[in-house]
């Protein structure tokens, strides 16, 4: 990587395959949830040492509420014990969690652990780690033209302005694991001008060194924002 390259200050990934990768196995669906946590909790080790500013990962979208209750059952109890493992870690690390998409919606000690997390790391001044959460584009759009409106002419720049995910620097690179190719509502106003991966691995095998190789990927690309 040359000095001039372009470098990556925020990446999000779709993270995809975690039934799959079980399957694959002849495994539980939830094993393969399981084996997801702990490939986020090495990326997020890595993501430091990448020295990204932010990494926005999809965890939880507003369309998983169709899963089966007992997915949607697994899914909370690993985020609860995510949190209550590695909270530790995080802040002594410097990283700073933050949630886009409607959180609150979940139970309210999935709310309560959240909320206690969020304050744990709130002065943190490394990563900023943001967990989309109940989170869908379509509706994150929706919510900011709504504020928007409430404060005056609706432009591009008052609509970025009321996003989730507006104090965070702008979305250099998306990736999307497991070979699927397309955006499932995440990201979308954000993405309009990042770069994407596609990358066939599947998520729970996914590790920093997978991020590095997309990293240098981005790297050699040429960025033109419309331009020649």
């Known amino acids: 990587m040359t000095d001039d390259a372009p470098r990556a200050r925020h990446v999000a990934i779709i993270m995809d395959g975690n039934g799959r990768w079980a399957k694959k196995r002849h495994l539980p669906r939830a094993m393969g949830h399981q084996r997801g946590v702990e490939a986020v909790r090495k990326l997020v080790r890595g993501a430091r040492e990448f ?3 932010a990494l926005t990962i999809y965890a939880f979208s507003t369309e998983n509420w169709r899963r089966p209750d007992e997915e949607i059952s697994d899914l909370m ?3 609860k014990r995510f949190i209550l493992s590695d909270l530790d870690e995080m802040a002594d690390n410097g990283i700073r969690l933050k949630i886009i998409g409607d959180y609150r919606a979940f139970a309210s000690d999935v709310v309560e652990l959240i909320e206690g997390a969020l304050a744990r790391t709130a002065d943190n001044t490394g990563t900023i780690l943001a967990v989309a959460l109940n989170y869908g584009s379509h509706d994150e759009i929706a919510r900011a033209a709504a504020k928007a409106a409430a404060k005056g002419a609706v432009t591009p720049e008052a609509i970025e302005a009321e996003l989730d995910t507006a104090d965070l620097p702008p979305l250099d690179l998306l990736i999307r694991t497991s070979g699927e190719e397309r955006l499932s509502n995440f990201l979308l106003w954000q993405a309009a001008y990042a770069e994407l991966i ?3 691995v599947l998520w729970p095998d996914f590790t920093a060194e997978h991020l590095g190789a997309a990293l240098e990927t981005f ?7 419309g331009g020649r």
């Open 51 to 53: 020295g990204l500013e």
């Open 77 to 79: 109890a690993l985020m």
């Open 198 to 200: 596609f990358t066939e």
């Open 219 to 225: 790297a050699q690309r040429e960025r033109r924002y």
